[in-house]
């Protein structure tokens, strides 16, 4: 995840840099954690594929606090609790309290549908840190993907009625070529419902969004889409707006707002060159760790098809950090070997070759990221040299 505001802050002298851990260093990641994988909705880009129907051998309650003990002793701080709907879980304000109380900064994934009236009291009452409500477009657009009509209507309102009571917010928008068009009104629909944070992902080609990689975002788009975030972000702090703005899986997009900001603010390349090798790129298998809803451990939510080990049978310490599997080691090499053009990229060292499942879905696991959109020129060692034209 590229926390853009905050790189910009630190540029205008705001706040302190991000902290980092060393690149593909072995530590306790955040944890993003599938509590179940029912959900009452069919999103086309669901990496889970999820279904409203009840699914064999998911952790139970009991089950369930035990992971968060292991957790806390394997000294993971950050646990996003997602899904399916997580909502659709009896015990989850159970299992957040808990966690709370174990001192976890404990967010929550939702579609937004099924919170309301009835129990937005009790979902503050939970004092989750952030809860994230995915948004994919305006109303037709965002009904079509989630493939339930009002869906927009419920999630929206889901949004108003947590800023109501108080709840941090953040709107998520996964881009693809059908809202890459809506964005500006994405960002105006933030304003108008007083959301903080706004969360732009890149289509990953995992579970249903493998077959909807057709919908990707053109890599023109993506550029388009990114250059207009980091232009909010920017006026945003010179306004005094407290907005947050990141995105995630393209850690080209790190690249592009170094580039942006040679162009816009040449007097901080210096400086945001050196946080981005500090930040060191993607982190699936090192700083991001996934566990499903039967307990199964994967380097990030978009590996479903390799466990590295699993939660009921051994401690997340020993297979986090004691014990990784060979997968994971790969994974923390840094900077990671990547073959094609990455391999004369002088980016790699900030990005670490973007995001493998896209790779995989590709044919070559260890080969270019498809959704790089950096051009050869942008990722050549040496920046080609320009001959002027002179006029005869």
């Not at 477009?137 to 309102?157: I, N, P, V, W, Y």
Request: charged residues 20%; glycine residues 8%.
């Amino acid at each position: 995840m590229l926390r853009i505001s905050h790189y910009l802050r630190t540029l205008a002298g705001q706040c302190p840099p991000p902290r980092s851990a060393k690149p593909g260093s072995q530590r306790a990641p955040v944890v993003i954690w599938n509590l179940l994988r029912r959900c009452n909705l069919t999103c086309k880009h669901c990496y889970a594929t999820s279904a409203d129907s009840v699914f064999r051998d998911e952790l139970d309650t009991e089950a369930a606090l035990k992971v968060i003990d292991d957790l806390h002793e394997a000294g993971v701080k950050v646990l996003i609790l997602s899904g399916g709907e997580p909502l659709l879980r009896e015990d989850l304000f159970q299992l957040s309290a808990y966690a709370r109380a174990k001192g976890f900064f404990v967010a929550l994934s939702s579609n937004g549908t099924l919170i309301d009236e009835g129990n937005i009291q009790q979902i503050a009452e939970a004092r989750f840190d952030y809860v994230g409500i995915s948004i994919d477009g305006l109303k037709a657009t965002h009904d079509a993907f989630r493939q339930s009509e009002g869906s927009f209507e419920r999630s929206m309102h889901a949004i108003s009625l947590c800023r109501q009571a108080g709840i941090r917010v953040g709107l998520r928008t996964t881009l693809t070529q059908e809202n890459h068009a809506q964005l500006p009104q994405l960002l105006a629909l933030m304003r108008e419902y007083d959301v903080q944070k706004f969360y732009l992902s890149h289509l990953n080609y995992s579970g249903r969004g493998k077959r909807s990689r057709q919908l990707d975002a053109h890599q023109q788009m993506s550029r388009e889409a990114m250059l207009m975030i980091f232009q909010q972000a920017w006026e945003d702090i010179q306004n005094g707006v407290a907005s947050d703005f990141v995105s995630g899986n393209n850690d080209a997009d790190a690249v592009l707002l170094l580039q942006w900001v040679h162009q816009h603010l040449p007097e901080h390349y210096p400086q945001l060159e050196h946080l981005l090798h500090a930040w060191g790129g993607n982190a699936s298998g090192s700083g991001i760790a996934n566990i499903d809803n039967t307990g199964e451990v994967h380097p990030d939510t978009y590996w479903w098809q390799h466990s590295v080990g699993n939660v009921r049978h051994t401690s997340f310490r020993e297979i986090w950090l004691e014990r990784p599997d060979p997968l994971l080691l790969r994974l923390r090499q840094y900077p990671r070997q990547i073959g094609g053009r990455c391999t004369e990229c002088r980016w790699l060292g900030i990005c670490n070759g973007n995001t493998r499942t896209r790779a995989w879905a590709g044919g070559d696991l260890w080969g270019p990221d498809p959704g790089c959109y950096l051009s050869d020129a942008e990722i050549a060692r040496t920046p080609p040299t320009l001959i002027p034209c002179s006029a005869r």
